[in-house]
């Protein structure tokens, strides 16, 4: 079973930037597809960003030009960059597999003046 432990969450101002880091159990990240998640209290949880085996990413459009994925398959670690933060970046982020069922603990990032 691969888990994964997401940090890097934090209290930040609008305008503000974050990193957040994923690290997972298993060196995966040379196998699969994998991606940022984020879900707001009471509301669905939407993939943010997403990076391939061979580093092709893709954004949500909500986060385009803000946010950066990236990964470094060496430190079995991945990340994700958060520009411009707004309001509604608020929730807990999550790192998983596409189509993932089982889910860990995220990390919160609230954005707030």
């Known amino acids: 079973q691969v888990q994964f432990v997401e940090s890097g969450g934090d209290l930040v101002q609008p305008g503000g930037s974050l990193r957040l880091s994923c690290a997972a159990s298993r060196n995966i990240f040379s196998i699969f597809t994998l991606a940022w998640y984020r879900q707001a209290p009471g509301k669905q949880r939407d993939m943010v960003a997403r990076?391939?085996?061979?580093?092709?990413?893709m954004y949500a459009d909500s986060v385009k030009g803000r946010f950066t994925i990236s990964r470094d398959n060496a430190k079995n670690t991945m990340y994700l960059q958060m520009n411009g933060l707004k309001p509604e970046d608020t929730a807990v982020y999550y790192c998983n597999f596409l189509g993932a069922v089982n889910w860990g603990q995220g990390t919160q990032v609230t954005v707030s003046s």
């Open positions: 990076i391939t085996t061979g580093g092709n990413t």
